[in-house]
């Protein structure tokens, strides 16, 4: 668990800096003041937190405050994670296991968000764990697409179901469910073409692919995630809407947080959709994909250790 954590830890530093940092230490063992408070208010509205989570950090540090003048950083960081974990509390996605073979995940999302690579990072995470699994290539629209996910299952030793590109990207999902129904395979993750969420026709090209599938199991996909760059902040909660509307999303995965101090975004989608996280995307090797959890997650953005 103390490895997880750093893994947390190091990929959100750079929104934990928003926050703390740019109030000159503001979690330390140094009393507070007002000003420091409206500093902390701006800090966590750029780090994309949203107004209704923002606002009630910054009233339960006040009325705090108010109370104690010498409340010191430490303090206020404590009081700032307990809020969030309250505001949090049941956003943990957890993939149970299932009887039903194969499970299928269906990732979905924007092109760049970091479909493929979080195909293969899955699948990885998922063999190692002790799951048999199956990858279909089902973005056949992409250039080279077919080629970087193979790349990655050549790596990773992980079988793959592919077609050339510019194939019916149903229809290779279609495959990939076959073999792995015939293989006895407990997983099947589909790496699905970029659509951008404002053009209806891509998106209901998403829609083909969920008809088919249920031709095999009417239940399927089982998970449909979507794969969110979290470099792109509240800007991602119109982007979930529209996938949800479309193809009516489980859960979500979001990406590249190494890279952004916008981190704070994936509170205000889970405000606004209730959609659980299942997994956090720190880096580009295979174990940067790392199972979301709540308390890392906050100790993490808050600066804390315990």
Same mark, same amino acid.
């Given at each position: =668990?103390?490895?997880?954590?750093?893994?947390? #830890?190091?990929?959100?530093? #750079?929104?934990?800096?928003?926050?703390?940092?740019?109030? %000159?230490?503001?979690?330390?063992?140094? @009393?507070?003041?007002?000003?420091?408070?409206?500093?902390?208010?701006?800090?966590?509205?750029?780090?994309?937190?949203?107004?209704?989570?923002?606002?009630?950090? *910054?009233?339960?540090?006040?009325?705090?405050?108010?109370?104690?003048?010498?409340?010191?950083?430490?303090?206020?960081?404590?009081? %700032?994670?307990a809020v969030l974990r309250r505001v949090l509390a049941g956003s943990e996605g957890v993939l149970a @296991?299932?009887?039903?073979?194969?499970?299928?995940?269906?990732?979905?999302?924007?092109?760049?968000?970091?479909?493929?690579?979080?195909?293969?990072?899955?699948?990885?995470?998922?063999?190692?764990?002790?799951?048999?699994?199956?990858?279909?290539?089902?973005?056949?629209?992409?250039?080279?697409?077919?080629?970087?996910?193979?790349?990655?299952?050549?790596?990773?030793?992980?079988e793959l179901v592919a077609s050339q590109q510019g194939a019916d990207s149903a229809a290779v999902a279609?495959?990939?469910?076959?073999?792995?129904?015939?293989?006895?395979?407990?997983?099947?993750?589909?790496?699905?073409?970029?659509?951008?969420?404002?053009?209806?026709?891509? =998106?209901?090209?998403?829609?083909?692919?969920?008809?088919?599938?249920?031709?095999?199991?009417?239940?399927? @996909?089982?998970?449909?995630?979507?794969?969110?760059?979290?470099?792109?902040?509240?800007?991602?909660?119109?982007?979930?809407?529209?996938?949800?509307?479309?193809?009516?999303?489980?859960?979500?995965?979001?990406?590249?947080?190494?890279?952004?101090?916008?981190? %704070?975004?994936?509170?205000?989608?889970?405000?606004?959709?209730?959609?659980?996280?299942?997994?956090?995307?720190?880096?580009?090797?295979?174990?940067?994909?790392? @199972?979301?959890?709540?308390?890392?997650?906050?100790?993490?953005?808050?600066? *804390?250790?315990?």
């Amino acid at each position: =668990m103390f490895g997880l954590f750093k893994k947390f #830890k190091a990929g959100l530093t #750079k929104t934990a800096q928003k926050i703390a940092a740019s109030v %000159g230490g503001l979690f330390g063992q140094k @009393p507070i003041d007002a000003a420091t408070l409206d500093q902390l208010e701006e800090a966590l509205y750029g780090a994309d937190f949203g107004v209704e989570t923002t606002t009630e950090i *910054l009233g339960e540090i006040r009325a705090a405050y108010k109370k104690d003048k010498a409340l010191h950083g430490r303090e206020a960081a404590a009081i %700032g994670a307990a809020v969030l974990r309250r505001v949090l509390a049941g956003s943990e996605g957890v993939l149970a @296991p299932s009887a039903t073979k194969p499970v299928v995940i269906a990732l979905i999302g924007v092109n760049g968000s970091g479909k493929t690579t979080t195909c293969a990072k899955l699948a990885w995470r998922l063999k190692q764990d002790g799951a048999s699994v199956t990858v279909g290539a089902c973005d056949t629209f992409r250039a080279a697409a077919n080629e970087q996910l193979r790349a990655w299952c050549d790596r990773l030793e992980l079988e793959l179901v592919a077609s050339q590109q510019g194939a019916d990207s149903a229809a290779v999902a279609f495959d990939a469910m076959q073999a792995a129904k015939s293989r006895g395979r407990d997983y099947l993750i589909l790496d699905t073409a970029g659509r951008l969420h404002t053009k209806s026709n891509l =998106m209901e090209e998403l829609a083909k692919v969920r008809r088919v599938l249920q031709k095999h199991d009417a239940t399927a @996909p089982h998970h449909s995630w979507l794969v969110l760059d979290g470099s792109h902040g509240a800007n991602a909660i119109e982007q979930a809407k529209e996938f949800h509307r479309i193809f009516g999303l489980t859960g979500l995965v979001v990406t590249k947080l190494d890279g952004t101090a916008r981190g %704070g975004a994936l509170v205000g989608i889970y405000r606004q959709l209730k959609l659980p996280v299942y997994f956090l995307g720190f880096g580009e090797q295979p174990d940067d994909l790392q @199972p979301y959890s709540v308390d890392n997650y906050v100790k993490a953005v808050f600066g *804390l250790d315990s």
